[in-house]
Each structure stands twice: as structure tokens, then as C-alpha cells.
């Protein structure tokens, strides 16, 4: 199984910057992917961002040019770094991962508690 903890969430105003940091842990093979999604009170949740092992990147359109998604495959941790926040990022944060638990076994979801993440004046 796979454990995620999510640190970094918090107020802060528009314009400003927060990194979000997810940190992995307990009995799995590899992790193939780590993702990070957000929702807002009465939406759905969406990605935000998602790196593979080989640390090809994905972004939403909406926050493209502001975040950027970064991980130590040795620590088993993503990194979110977000710059230029807008009301509009206000959101719970998720940490999502993909991975074997064991050798040659299917890839499975795991989601971490989530970290609250407000923009505001």
C-alpha cells in the first residue's frame, strides 16, 4: 500500500507564490506517475498537474506558465510550485500516485488527505 502526505497548503494573496510538497511512503514497487488535483466547494475535482517517472509534465490550461510540477523518483516526492495565484486557485489540493505494488502487479490509485490551499485579500 501507499500512504501520501500533503504539506505546504495555506492563505495567502493574489499574486503571491506556495509550494505544495507530497511525500510518499509504505510497501510499493514503483511509483509510475504522481499527480496533483484540486477542488473547489460544488465542482468537480480536477488535474492540475502530472509527471511520470520519467518526468515528462502535463498541466491544465489554467495554470499553465504559473505552476510547475516537480519530483525526486529517490524520495518518492512531488513538489508543486505555485506562482502568481489567483482567487480562482482556491481549491483542497490532492496528491494523487500510480503504482505497482509489487513487481509486475497492475497500477493502482492512491490519494493523500489534502491540504487546503486560499487565495484571498
Known amino acids: 500500500q501507499v500512504q501520501l502526505v500533503e504539506s505546504g497548503g495555506g492563505l495567502v494573496q493574489p499574486g503571491g507564490s506556495l509550494r505544495l510538497s507530497c511525500a510518499a511512503s509504505?510497501?510499493?514497487?514503483?511509483?509510475?506517475?504522481m499527480d496533483w488535483y484540486r477542488q473547489a466547494p460544488g465542482k468537480q475535482r480536477e488535474l492540475v498537474a502530472s509527471i511520470t517517472s520519467g518526468s515528462s509534465a502535463n498541466y491544465a490550461d489554467s495554470v499553465k506558465g504559473r505552476f510547475t510540477i516537480s519530483r525526486d523518483n529517490a524520495k518518492n516526492t512531488v513538489s508543486l510550485q505555485m506562482n502568481s495565484l489567483k482567487p480562482e486557485d482556491t481549491a483542497v489540493y490532492y496528491c494523487?500516485?500510480?503504482?505497482?505494488?509489487?513487481?509486475?502487479?497492475?497500477?493502482?490509485?492512491?490519494w493523500g488527505q489534502g491540504t487546503q490551499v486560499t487565495v484571498s485579500s
Open positions: 509504505g510497501t510499493f514497487f514503483l511509483i509510475y506517475a
Open positions: 494523487n500516485a500510480k503504482a505497482h505494488r509489487y513487481h509486475n502487479s497492475p497500477l493502482s490509485d492512491y
